[in-house]
T-cell receptor
Framework: NAGVTQTPKFQVLKTGQSMTLQCAQD?????MSWYRQDPGMGLRLIHYSVGAGITDQGEVPNGYNVSRSTTEDFPLRLLSAAPSQTSVYFC???????????FGAGTRLSVL | GQQVMQIPQYQHVQEGEDFTTYCNSSTTLSNIQWYKQRPGGHPVFLIQ?????EVKKQKRLTFQFGEAKKNSSLHITATQTTDVGTYFC?????????FGAGTRLTVKP
């Protein structure tokens, strides 16, 4: 059972480039979310989804887009990367609402 | 909006000493969760508290939820080197979940 899988594990971008961070879960969880983790600031919610076709903004959504076409996948898109988006990104899923969240291993992103 | 504050930011203890981290919310929470993140790893769920005044124990770890459901604490008795990591609280108010900044625990053997 893979749980929550994130790819890639590491990525370096130049300012202005675009990319998609992939997240997939095989637990049939309805709720999925994206967080960014910066030193001294804990985890901040970027976007979340309560089911296929439904997404909503979290605490820090600017500069990021998401879509949820299937229950399993919840990609995070950076349309024009900025140095302020250098961070560690975690995807998480849970079986209902905002209950126990299972996190992926994370993507470490650097924007130069 | 909801703010979740966690103290201390860092704690260094000698193995065998106790450790406590505190979490305070600016608003009343539906529940509070605690996660542990090992260095270089991802957050792993430890426990969820829902009821006012609730106390739960997991071996050497004791979790409390305040009577007003605005604060919580995690206490570790007789720390071990395996306890090293960052402990996060996460508070839920409706659909809004906010994480504290975490307490990084280091343990000297």
């Amino acid at each position: 059972n893979a749980g929550v899988t994130q790819t890639p594990k590491f990525q370096v971008l130049k300012t202005g480039q675009s990319m998609t961070l992939q997240c997939a879960q095989d637990m049939n969880h309805e709720y999925m979310s994206w967080y960014r983790q910066d030193p001294g600031m804990g985890l901040r919610l970027i976007h979340y989804s309560v089911g296929a076709g439904i997404t909503d903004q979290g605490e820090v959504p600017n500069g990021y887009n998401v879509s949820r076409s299937t229950t399993e996948d919840f990609p995070l898109r950076l349309l024009s990367a900025a140095p302020s988006q250098t961070s560690v990104y975690f995807c998480a899923s849970s079986s209902g609402g905002l209950d126990i969240q299972y996190f992926g291993a994370g993507t470490r992103l650097s924007v130069l | 909006g909801q703010q979740v504050m966690q103290i201390p930011q860092y704690q260094h203890v000698q193995e065998g000493e106790d450790f406590t981290t505190y979490c305070n919310s600016s608003t009343t929470l539906s529940n509070i969760q605690w996660y542990k993140q090992r260095p270089g790893g991802h957050p792993v769920f430890l426990i969820q508290l829902v009821k006012s005044g609730e106390v739960k124990k997991q071996k050497r770890l004791t979790f409390q939820f305040g009577e007003a459901k605005k604060n919580s604490s995690l206490h570790i008795t007789a720390t071990q080197t395996t306890d090293v990591g960052t402990y996060f609280c996460a508070g839920r108010e409706g659909n809004d979940m906010r994480f504290g900044a975490g307490t990084r625990l280091t343990v000297k053997p």
